[in-house]
């Protein structure tokens, strides 16, 4: 998986490109974590991003209980339909803040 960063209105996007799994979600959350260090909100862009496993899913929710202790928020955008719908079995949908297509 690879990570870009950008600044989108003041705060931080992160687009993730490839699979967010076991061998990627240690340095994904890493990432995140730093970049909720800033005190910046996070914008994650799913555009590029094709599979999410139970490991990118405690990522993701490690990720939001940072965010929301420091005051932040972290926005999930262009999430496709398949890790909508885990989002959706898990109970993820009900947790994060995700933009409507």
Same mark, same amino acid.
């Given at each position: 998986?690879? *990570?870009?960063?950008?600044?989108? %209105? ?6 993730? %490109? ?8 240690? #340095? ?7 970049? *909720? ?7 994650? #862009? ?34 496709? #339909? ?15 803040? *995700?933009?409507?297509?």
């Amino acid at each position: 998986m690879n *990570i870009s960063k950008s600044t989108e %209105n003041g705060q931080t996007v992160l687009k993730l %490109n490839g699979r967010l799994d076991t061998t990627t979600a240690p #340095d994904f959350q890493d990432t995140l974590l730093g970049e *909720i260090k800033t005190g910046k909100s996070i914008l994650l #862009d799913f555009s590029e991003l094709a599979y999410v496993s139970s490991a990118g899913l405690r990522s993701l929710l490690t990720g939001q209980k940072a965010v929301a202790a420091g005051g932040q928020t972290m926005t999930l955008r262009h999430v496709s #339909d398949e890790i909508m719908e885990v989002f959706d079995m898990t109970g993820f949908s009900d947790i994060l803040t *995700i933009e409507s297509a």
